[in-house]
């Protein structure tokens, strides 16, 4: 089956814009039903930057799954503070179905191999769950939606993982039988700096959505200049078997993918020469 992505443009109507994507993509029926529990795993490193999915993405995420009897919203513990802290950041969301979810504090959980460590993963993160990723769209070489996995593991102290990033990452994608729908949320776009959470940001209202979370990741990189050929975690993962990272094998629709990226380039070159000349 060819992997598939979506862009969508938006100005204010984020639900109508996933909407549409997700239609381009050919729904999420057999993903959105009364039976499976829905996991959506926000990435969020520091809560005290905007480098995380805003809130109207993830509200839009939640109302896509109308049918689903309960939604968490995942995060963990890491050493900016508890995972439970970082989602109250998408407090205004939260109800009976749609519940706020720390993966640290499950007492539940299945024994993985994460990169010859045994490391516990919270039940919710298991088939038949459905499990979303979503993240911002940023120009950084270890990824996205794929680099949101190494919140998966519950201790906080995640920095020994660094070293062995890539594996780290796809024997988590692994343990969960892979995402099943990843959202790239490029409401802005965060520019290359020296630590992500130093990142400048460019308004570019724009989704990319896929149920090929390495096809998502590769079709992004190259929006924002990179060269998915030269990520490692991409090219890893299409060695393991795990997704497509070759972009002339992916089927972009929506808005024109080699318009969109002159936008973007014209754009962030133009912050880059903004960012130049401020005192």
Known sequence: MVSKVAIVEFNGD???SLKQALKLIGNIDDLNTKERPVVIKVGVFNHKTKTHSTVNVVDAIVNSFNRAPQI????????????????????????ERVVPFNLSDDP??????????????????????????????RAYEVGSIVK?????????????????????????????????LAVLDGTYTYHRAKTIASAQRTKTNTLLVGRDAIAVEAVGAALVG????KMPVIQKAVKRGLGEGNLRKIEV????????????????KAAKKKRRHQP
Not at 148 to 173: C, M, Q, S, V
């Open 148 to 180: 949101n996995l190494l919140g998966l593991i519950p201790d906080a102290k995640k920095a020994r993982f660094h070293k062995k990033l890539e594996t780290t990452l796809l024997d988590a994608y692994d343990a969960i039988g892979r995402i099943d």
């Open 226 to 229: 990179l060269d998915p050929k």
């Open 14 to 16: 984020v639900q109508r």
């Open 108 to 137: 539940n959980t299945t024994t993985v191999k994460i990169a010859d460590e045994e490391i516990g993963f919270s039940h919710i993160l298991f088939k038949p769950n459905v499990f979303v990723s979503t993240h911002v769209l």
């Open 253 to 268: 629709v929506g808005v024109s993918f080699q318009n969109l990226k002159e936008r973007f380039r014209q754009l962030l």
């Open 72 to 95: 968490f919203l995942a995060e963990s513990d890491n050493y900016k503070g508890t995972g439970t802290e970082r989602l109250q950041i998408w407090k205004n969301l939260f109800t």
